[in-house]
């Protein structure tokens, strides 16, 4: 079973930054999609960000985009969220996924595998 562990979040101010890590076991994190999403208190769990095995294909949600930015690697088992331009409405805690399957989901139900989470906190 993989595992994966985020860490990185924290309290921050409106309008800095984070950079979130995520850590997984084994050696086919290579083959892999990626994906961050994120679950606010009394809300379901959203979509952030996914990235496709090399790197070299990325999705975003509307609501993040062009202001959060998805990176792995590969050599280092690592998949990576940079958070800038924080609002207080980003604040939720944070959930690395994967899945075995190629192709970047949206959908929660499509990641084989889950972290425990990080929670980021947005003080206005």
């Known amino acids: 079973q993989v595992q994966l562990v985020e860490s990185g979040g924290g309290l921050v101010q409106a309008g800095g930054s984070l950079r979130l890590s995520c850590a997984a076991s084994?050696?086919?994190?290579?083959?892999?999609?990626m994906g961050w999403f994120r679950q606010a208190q009394g809300k379901e769990r959203e979509f952030v960000a996914g990235i496709s095995r090399s790197g070299g294909s990325t999705l975003y949600a509307d609501s993040v985009k062009d202001r959060f930015i998805i990176s792995r690697d590969n050599a280092k088992n690592t998949v990576y969220l940079q958070l800038n331009s924080l609002k207080p409405e980003d604040t939720a805690v944070y959930y690395c996924?994967?899945?075995?399957?190629?192709?970047?989901?949206?959908?929660?139900?499509?990641?084989?595998?889950w972290g425990q989470g990080t929670q980021v906190t947005v003080s206005s």
């Open positions: 084994g050696r086919a994190f290579s083959t892999y999609t």
């Open positions: 996924a994967g899945r075995r399957s190629m192709g970047i989901s949206r959908a929660r139900r499509e990641y084989d595998f």
